[in-house]
T-cell receptor, first 113, second 112 residues
Framework: DQQVKQNSPSLSVQEGRISILNCDYT??????FLWYKKYPAEGPTFLIS?????DKNEDGRFTVFLNKSAKHLSLHIVPSQPGDSAVYFC????????????FGTGTSLTVIP | KAGVTQTPRYLIKTRGQQVTLSCSPI?????VSWYQQTPGQGLQFLFE???????NKGNFPGRFSGRQFSNSRSEMNVSTLELGDSALYLC???????????FGSGTRLTVV
């Protein structure tokens, strides 16, 4: 039972444009969300996080939006750069799950120069 | 500072064998988690260890087990390997769950 879903396996965007990666979750108890970026042959690296008490968090070119009523979060990358080409995973956790995160299946982003 | 180190990077085993994977967390991180990554399934949580105790366990069969040593290093063992166990096994350490994980590069296990 996939509690965190990334319904777009892949996304292609022109360099300089906005990339929007989406993530949906089913468990209303989730209160902390993260995005990870993964290059081939490397482990995922932490990108940005958001707590359920916020609806937006920004870090440079990366912004995460959280819509709790829709159980939806999105990652915006502006402007997109070729080096952003990677697989992006969203992950969620709840207080009761402790340090266990539930991951989506990932979205492969390709930024075309 | 040194990152999360996983050994070996690649492993090929035969069905029915057992395997042990190793993970050294970032110095000072007492929580170590293990994930299995397969195409189409994303990262599936195996278990988490904290101060040598298993704190959380995912929905995997008993063939998958782990342990953590007093220096926070962790090992994961899979017995009676099946073809479906072929995957990338990722170890991650963390200080606390507010900062997420730092992942290692993973061990690519192939069962033939």
């Amino acid at each position: 039972d996939q509690q965190v879903k990334q319904n777009s396996p892949s996304l292609s965007v022109q360099e300089g444009r906005i990339s929007i990666l989406n993530c949906d979750y089913t468990n209303s108890m989730f209160d902390y969300f993260l995005w990870y970026k993964k290059y081939p042959a490397e482990g995922p690296t932490f990108l940005i996080s958001i707590s359920s008490i916020k609806d937006k968090n920004e870090d440079g070119r990366f912004t995460v939006f959280l819509n709790k009523s829709a159980k939806h979060l999105s990652l915006h990358i502006v402007p997109s750069q070729p080096g952003d080409s990677a697989v992006y995973f969203c992950a969620a956790s709840a207080l009761y799950t402790g340090n266990q995160f539930y991951f989506g299946t990932g979205t492969s982003l390709t930024v075309i120069p | 500072k040194a990152g999360v180190t996983q050994t070996p990077r690649y492993l090929i085993k035969t069905r029915g064998q057992q395997v042990t994977l190793s993970c050294s967390p970032i110095s000072g991180h007492r929580s170590v988690s293990w994930y299995q990554q397969t195409p189409g399934q994303g990262l599936q949580f195996l278990f988490e260890y904290f101060s040598e105790t298993q704190r959380n366990k995912g929905n995997f069969p008993g063939r998958f087990s782990g342990r953590q040593f007093s220096n926070s290093r962790s090992e994961m063992n899979v017995s009676t390997l099946e073809l479906g166990d072929s995957a990338l096994y990722l170890c991650a350490s963390s200080l606390d769950n507010l900062h997420g994980y730092t992942f290692g590069s993973g061990t690519r296990l192939t069962v033939v």
